[in-house]
């Protein structure tokens, strides 16, 4: 039973395409904010809710994946949100940024993207630190 049911969801994967989708994340004055994850969401024509996420790297660089690594996201209109993951103990503490509570709810982020067929490349301007 379990076989069938991961043999089905990976043949639904495959059947579904994905677009190449990366980007930077930086502030009104063009300096990149490094560090934290993206996420975009929007709906499958079947309606389920499909998300694709990405580290953002030092550089404010981004590359989304859905489900193989770097393979984008699905076409569509996408929401984003961006937040800092948790950092891990005291001892091992990774500084992220710590973005502003409008930028962590879909609701409110006001980040919507359309994704589309070949390279897709978009740049998060936000509002400053």
């Given amino acids: 039973m379990v076989a069938l049911s991961f ?9 579904v395409a994905t677009h190449p989708v990366s980007g930077k994340v930086v502030l009104a004055d063009g300096s990149p904010v490094g560090g934290g994850i993206i996420k975009f969401r929007t709906k499958s024509d079947e309606g389920e809710t499909v998300k694709a996420h990405g580290q953002i790297q030092p550089d404010g660089s ?9 393979d984008g996201a699905l076409e569509g209109e996408h929401e984003a949100i961006l937040f ?3 950092t891990g103990d005291g001892h091992n503490a990774v500084a992220a940024p710590n973005f502003p509570t409008k930028y962590r709810k879909y609701e409110t982020s ?7 067929p070949g ?3 978009f740049v998060i301007q936000l509002g400053t630190r």
Avoid: H, M, R
């Fill in 84 to 86: 800092s993951p948790a």
């Fill in 62 to 70: 981004f590359q989304l994946t859905t489900f193989q690594d770097g």
């Fill in 110 to 116: 006001g980040l919507k993207f359309q994704v589309g």
């Fill in 7 to 15: 043999i089905s969801l990976v043949g639904c994967e495959a059947s």
């Fill in 119 to 121: 390279e897709n490349d």
